[in-house]
């Protein structure tokens, strides 16, 4: 009885810690998807002949929430469309 106890206790132990870190890669996943969306938001704002389509495509590469939070101020500071291209590793237009 006793080792059936521990077991389930232990079950019980491993099961919350799943759902801590599912919890947690939920979060984590939110952010990264917030910061793409908002990098994308700037390129179609400041830079619409760019394309949402191909910023969309750039930014789901990136899986960094510090390179994200650095690209977004990058684009942010960008003067012109050229250095928006480049940030985003694209070729000029």
Do not use: Y
């Amino acid at each position: 009885m006793i080792d059936e106890l521990a077991k389930l206790k232990l079950f019980q132990e491993f099961r919350q810690e799943g759902i801590e870190e599912g919890r947690v890669e939920g979060r984590v996943e939110g952010l990264m998807k917030g910061l793409q969306e908002g990098i994308v938001n700037v390129v179609r704002v400041h830079f619409p002949s760019v394309g949402i389509t191909v910023a969309q495509q750039q930014v789901q590469q990136i899986q960094k929430e510090d390179e994200l939070n650095t690209l977004m101020t990058q684009l942010l500071m960008a003067p012109d469309e050229a250095t928006a291209r480049q940030l985003l590793g694209l070729s000029a237009a």
